[in-house]
């Protein structure tokens, strides 16, 4: 065959071969390569401790809410060990004092009337002294009676005036005793304030107890990576582990600049892992970036531009839990697959 022709075959080949890898490419719905990702959990310790157990490795899977670690609690044990028994000692001496307040009570309002019926006495025996010597001072006057007898009815009148004085002195004083009710009740209020105040410290010891055995979250998880062990002093903010939720996953892809407006949020995808190669699992597009990533440092001329990227977020709608996080895979736009 001449050589013309040869090239000639050869020419047609090499076209058909392009038109034949065109034509595939136009059915080939757009892809993109992501990757599996997890929303990696990092539980941490709120309060210091020595580290005494550990109760989950790596890989191990985690309960619901279950135990992950315990730190030393021995000291803040101590603590409302100690809280407990100043409570009891306040609440004791509140009981007492509550017994004691209508004791003092009763008794003042008993010393109270008693002075009061003695003044009441000393009043009427003084005004009858009083009158008695001024008629006794008449009598001396007219010579009915001797300057001894008026000697005595002034003996006697001073004396009822200087008894009236001693019982409204007592009075007083049995008044002003009043104070020491008063003091009773304010002693009372104190002692309830101090036990309020220690009731408080001992929930917010409780509270702080409580932080020492430290919980997985709320959903089942898998200890992704083991931060500390038994032995280890933990402060406020150590990590103690991370942990992943199985069922959280999603598949982060890159979408370029010229095709950021075929992807919305909501629009349905098919993924396809290169460790299971023509099995698809359906997805759905749940974030798409608002500013590009991998902006280079100069943006000069159009390939700059098309050089930007839109990060996105796929979450995996079938069989969440076989995608182990880091492994690659491409991402199918659905024909129809709607979207915001």
């Known amino acids: ?163 009236l004085a001693r019982a409204r002195e007592l009075l007083a004083r049995t008044a002003a005793e009043e104070r020491n009710l008063t003091v009773a009740r304010q002693e009372l209020a104190s002692l309830e304030e101090k036990r309020e105040l220690a009731l408080r410290q001992l929930e917010e010891l409780n509270v702080t107890h409580a932080k020492y055995v430290i919980h997985a979250p709320a959903v089942p998880t898998v200890v992704q990576t083991q931060l500390i062990w038994p032995g280890e002093l933990a402060q406020p903010g150590t990590a103690i582990a991370a942990v992943i939720d199985p069922k959280d996953k999603y598949v982060q892809i890159y979408v370029p600049v010229a095709d950021r407006d075929r992807l919305r949020v909501g629009q349905r995808v098919e993924i396809e892992l290169d460790s299971e190669p023509g099995r698809r699992v359906p997805g759905e597009v749940s974030f798409v970036a608002d500013e590009a990533n991998f902006t280079p440092e100069k943006i000069e001329t159009r390939s700059d531009r098309l050089g930007q990227v839109y990060r996105a977020k796929v979450r995996i709608l079938e069989g969440v839990e076989r995608f182990q996080p880091g492994t690659e895979g491409d991402v199918y736009l659905v024909a129809g697959g709607g979207g915001a």
């Open 1 to 163: 065959m001449p050589r013309r022709a040869v090239a000639v075959v050869i020419a047609v080949a090499v076209v058909l071969a392009a038109a034949l890898v065109h034509r595939r490419a136009l059915r080939t719905p757009p892809h993109y390569t992501g990757f599996v990702e997890g929303e990696e959990r990092v539980v941490r310790s709120e309060v210091a401790g020595r580290v005494v157990e550990v109760a989950f490795a790596e890989g191990d899977a985690v309960p619901a809410g279950a135990v992950l670690a315990r730190l030393d609690d021995a000291d803040v044990e101590s603590q409302i060990r100690a809280k407990e028994q100043e409570i009891r000692v306040l609440e004791a001496d509140i009981a007492t004092q509550r017994e004691r307040i209508p004791l003092i009570e009763a008794t003042w309002q008993r010393d109270l009337g008693a002075r009061r019926a003695d003044v009441g006495q000393a009043t009427a025996a003084a005004e009858l002294a009083e009158r008695t010597f001024a008629r006794e001072r008449d009598l001396v006057k007219n010579g009915a009676s001797t300057p001894q007898d008026l000697d005595d009815r002034r003996a006697a009148r001073d004396q009822a005036r200087s008894a």
